[in-house]
């Protein structure tokens, strides 16, 4: 069971402003920066998170790496072009 979603953050937008909150979980937590889920359903995960940017035509791939506090899931991303939107 899995499940995916991309946000885009453009020049002028704040990656620290995406949070994301799961309602219906019984249990969440990160394990190895993956997002898991307990429900009655059983595991869902969301598996290899991802970040980018477009560079003369190519992928750039940005360090991610979440975090869980106070039941919402933030992403922090390492160095990357201010002035590029992310995937």
Same mark, same amino acid.
């Given at each position: ?21 799961? =309602?219906?979980?019984? $249990?969440? *937590? &990160?394990?190895? !920066?993956?997002?898991?889920?307990? #429900? /009655? %359903? ?5 598996? =290899?998170?991802?970040? $980018?940017? *477009? &560079?003369?035509? !190519?992928?750039?791939?940005?360090? #991610? /790496? %979440? ?21």
């Amino acid at each position: 069971n899995q499940f995916r979603y991309d946000f885009i953050v453009h020049p002028q937008g704040n990656i620290a402003d995406i949070k994301i909150n799961f =309602d219906g979980a019984d $249990f969440t *937590k &990160i394990e190895n !920066n993956n997002i898991q889920l307990i #429900t /009655k %359903l059983g595991l869902i995960e969301h598996k =290899d998170i991802v970040s $980018f940017q *477009k &560079i003369d035509k !190519n992928k750039q791939l940005i360090e #991610t /790496k %979440l975090n869980f506090y106070n039941e919402i899931f933030i992403y922090f991303l390492a160095e990357f072009l201010f002035y590029i939107s992310i995937v």
